[in-house]
Structure formats: structure tokens, C-alpha cells
């Protein structure tokens, strides 16, 4: 099957990424911190988004789909109108403004601090959030010296980043001849299985189940290979796309502008209908 480029996004209208490019694109710049010594490090996300996206278009016309903030009473509301509301009870909400938000955010950092090493096994990794490659950034001696470091001893540094105007917790580590950093959840967002109550009181197993699991995993038990694992409902989207090929509807999208104007008697006509009802 012809490998699809990705389609655009119907969050975003962002050029497609050139065939043939397979790295991503640094998303933070700044350094490694450890007292006195600085490793200057770009991070590039170690993921790669790899759904189909579609873009929502009216049938009756081909046309995309667009949307408007609208309130309760029917009203579109302009950016400059709209506050946030923290809430509190139903139809009670406590209420901020945008700069009284972005007066809270954490100031732009372009260090992360790495205030101790660990055992990277110590790290619950259902904590972990997001994965970065960290490149050296004209640092290759600095950078090769940490990575061989924590190769070797199986170490890893915690500290912390701020992306996207948060703070995160960051476990900087090893991985693949590299040297990576990953953000970790807070404590409080990982909740403890003991809150569930379906969880309480389970029945203990007789020794003939255990005897009878236990001889299904050991048959089953084999070495942990991921590359036998596909994404079927990628796959057939994929191939669905593939069979309707040259059925393609071109989209010839007009940039945004004012609604053209109404003459004065339409203006007029409308506006005596509305008070009919």
C-alpha cells in the first residue's frame, strides 16, 4: 500500500510536512543545568501524531466546516468580551480575566535545573507524561560526557521545565544512545487505586485457578515485541482513502473577510420581518 501523506488537520491549517522528513522540529531551546556546569540542549517531542485527520465539510456544498463563539442567549461574542469562570456550584462561577491569568502563569525559563540524581527504576512510570529527545546545541563534549555518565550508571536527573506556561517536573535520562527528558504528572494527579470500592474485598483465588493461570502465562510468556502490533483502524482508513483516490474534491477556500453587504432594502426587509414574530 503507498504510504498517505498526512491530510491537514481540522484544528489547524499548518502546511503539510515535507515527504521524505522524519524529525520533528525542536518545540523548546535552552540548557541543562548541574551547579556551574551548562549543557545547551534543544527538545524535540519522541512522538510522532500518527492518526488520520479529517476536516469537516458541508455535503450540500464541499465547503469546510467553520465555528463562532456563541452564548446562551444566541449572541456571537467577540474575543474582547470573553471572561473565565472557576466553578464553584452549578450556575456559580468565581470570574478572571485573560490578563489576570497570564499574570499567574510561571515566567519563561530557558534552564532546567537538575537538582539531584536517581535510580530511574525508582520512577513510578505511571507518573510519566511527555517524552523529549534532548540534541546538544553546540555542547557535543558536555552533552556526551552527561549521556556516558548516565549510561553507565544508570542514574537519572530530576529537576524542572517550563513548556508551554507550565511548570513540570522533569526526569532527565538515558535512552538509546541519547539523552532524553520526560515530564512527570504531580502526585495529586495520579489517583491511588485504593479510592475505588469495587476494588475492596475481592475474593481470594482457589489453588486450582492459580494452578490453571498460572500454566496460561507461562504458555504464553515470550519476549516483548511491539512491531507485531498495528493500528487496524489506521489501516483500513488508509486503504479506504488508497480505493477513492481521483475522486478527490479540490477546495478553492476564500480567505476570511467581511460578509458582503446587504443592500438597504434588504437590510429594511429583514429587519421589519424580525419584529413580525
Known sequence: MAKLKPPTTAESDAEEMPEGEVLGRAIWSGSLTIGLVNIPVKAVPITRDKRIHFRMLHKKCQTPI???????????????????????AKGKYILFDRSELTE???????QIELDRFVNFFQVDPHYFDRTYFLQP??????????????EKTGKAAIGRMT???????VLVHYYQDAIVATTLRYPDEVMDPSLFPELKGLPEPAEKELSLAREIVDKLTGDLDLSQYHDGYRERIEALVESKMGKEVVLHEAKKGKPAPRSLMEALRETAESFKS
Open 163 to 169: 513548556i508551554s506556561a507550565k511548570e513540570h517536573i
Open 66 to 88: 467553520h465555528y463562532s463563539r456563541v452564548c446562551e442567549e444566541g449572541e456571537d461574542v467577540p474575543a474582547d468580551e470573553i471572561v473565565y469562570g472557576y466553578r464553584l
Open 137 to 150: 546545541d553546540g555542547s557535543e563534549k558536555a552533552y556526551s560526557l552527561l549521556l556516558t555518565i548516565m
Open 104 to 110: 499567574a502563569r510561571p515566567e519563561s525559563s530557558d
